[in-house]
Structures are given as structure tokens and as C-alpha cells.
């Protein structure tokens, strides 16, 4: 059990870049969510998940996609990087049925827009 | 709607102190409340969560939190403050009413515990 697995760590891109940050987690956890922490900003939600096939948007989801094909993974593309994006970004997943229950959350993605 | 607020930026504490983070919601209902910690470097850790009962509640590594309704506070405190305490720590709040599964972060206080 690995609970939520974020993958790169680390990623520097060029502006106008695309790519992918992978999320997944093997706890067959319902909600899943993706949060980006800026220095005095805390954590802003930028997409989340209800289940598989179904994505909202969250409080800052400009520049970014989502999509959820299957209940263990949840990845996070950006179409066309931008330093603004320069950010730590932060996969949750939730159980089922729990609305009293923590989340659980990744070790982070560390990105930098160039 | 939900929200939470943590005015303190940064907290300073000496090392077998007492030390407070605070924390104010706001929701339409009734609240579910959790304290995370992280790390450098790390991702969120879960210390303690109030759903209902007894307004004071245990959580990890010697933390507690108190609810209070009145207030609409939930701060978190520790009796005796250690130096590997230091950390950045967040509030958040999910409110029974509005049915929704995510909840809102705070901005976070970063405790320095000194030696």
C-alpha cells in the first residue's frame, strides 16, 4: 500500500512547455484533488474529482487540465507553461463515503517555469 | 460557503513552552475541522480532526486541539514545545451541510520553535 505517489519531484520547464504531473494512489479513494502552495498563499485547490470520469474545477484552474479515466490516477497537465506556474503542487485523495475522514496527500511535485 | 483563516504568519515559541496556532472557520452548517502538519519538504500529515463529541481533541505527537463553537475557533496547542515541532502547519475546515468532500486549506502558520 503506497498510498498517493506523485511523480516527477522535481521538473523544470521552459516557458511554453507542456507536460504532465502523474497522481496516484492505490487506497480506491473517491475524491481526488490537486492543490498548488505559493509562499504565503497557502493551499489553493485547482481541480478535484468525484470519481472516475468526473473532474470540477477548483479556485485556480487556469492553465491547467485534468481528467480522471480511472480511480487510481489523476493527472495534472499544463497546456503552455508560464512562470506563474512556478509552484509546489500538492495530490489528495479522500475515501468513499467519509466526509469525516482526513485526506491523505502526496509528497509534492517541485516545479520551476524558466 | 466555507472558509478558514489563520492569522498568525509565524509563531515563536521557546523550546518546553506552551505554544498556540490558531485557527477561525466560517460555514454555513456544521464543521468538520483538521489540523495538518508538513515538513520541508514533505507532504501534508494528518494531526487531529474535530467531527463532534468532546470539544477538546488528542491527535499526533502530543498536540490537541480545542473546539469552540461560540468562537468559531479551533486552535491547536501543545503543552510543552520541542525544537523538531518547527514546522509549517495548516487549518481546514469541510462543512456538514454543504456536502462537499473537499475541503478549504488556510494559509498556513509556520511555527519556529527555538532551542
Known amino acids: 500500500n503506497a498510498g498517493v505517489t506523485q511523480t516527477p519531484k522535481f521538473q523544470v520547464l521552459k516557458t511554453g512547455q507542456s507536460m504532465t504531473l502523474q497522481c496516484a494512489q492505490d487506497?480506491?479513494?473517491?475524491?481526488m484533488s490537486w492543490y498548488r502552495q505559493d509562499p504565503g498563499m497557502g493551499l489553493r485547490l485547482i481541480h478535484y474529482?468525484?470519481?472516475?470520469?468526473?473532474?470540477d474545477q477548483g479556485e485556480v484552474p487556469n492553465g491547467y487540465n485534468v481528467s480522471r479515466s480511472t480511480t487510481e490516477d489523476f493527472p495534472l497537465r499544463l497546456l503552455s507553461a508560464a512562470p506563474s506556474q512556478t509552484s509546489v503542487y500538492f495530490c489528495?485523495?479522500?475515501?468513499?463515503?467519509?466526509?469525516?475522514?482526513?485526506?491523505?496527500f502526496g509528497q509534492g511535485t517541485r516545479l520551476t517555469v524558466v | 460557503a466555507q472558509s478558514v483563516a489563520q492569522p498568525e504568519d509565524q509563531v515563536n515559541v521557546a523550546e518546553g513552552n506552551p505554544l498556540t496556532v490558531k485557527c477561525t472557520y466560517s460555514?454555513?452548517?456544521?464543521?468538520?475541522l483538521f489540523w495538518y502538519v508538513q515538513y520541508p519538504n514533505r507532504g501534508l500529515q494528518f494531526l487531529l480532526k474535530?467531527?463532534?463529541?468532546?470539544?477538546l481533541v488528542k491527535g499526533s505527537y502530543g498536540f490537541e486541539a480545542e473546539f469552540n463553537k461560540s468562537q468559531t475557533s479551533f486552535h491547536l496547542k501543545k503543552p510543552s514545545a520541542l525544537v523538531s515541532d518547527s514546522a509549517l502547519y495548516f487549518c481546514?475546515?469541510?462543512?456538514?451541510?454543504?456536502?462537499?468532500?473537499?475541503?478549504?486549506f488556510g494559509r498556513g502558520t509556520s511555527l519556529i520553535v527555538h532551542p
Open positions: 489528495a485523495s479522500i475515501p468513499p463515503g467519509a466526509m469525516n475522514t482526513e485526506a491523505f
Open positions: 487506497m480506491n479513494h473517491e475524491y
Open positions: 474529482s468525484v470519481g472516475a470520469g468526473i473532474t
Open positions: 460555514v454555513s452548517g456544521n464543521p468538520y
Open positions: 474535530y467531527i463532534t463529541g468532546d470539544n
Open positions: 481546514a475546515v469541510r462543512d456538514i451541510s454543504g456536502g462537499s468532500y473537499i475541503p478549504t
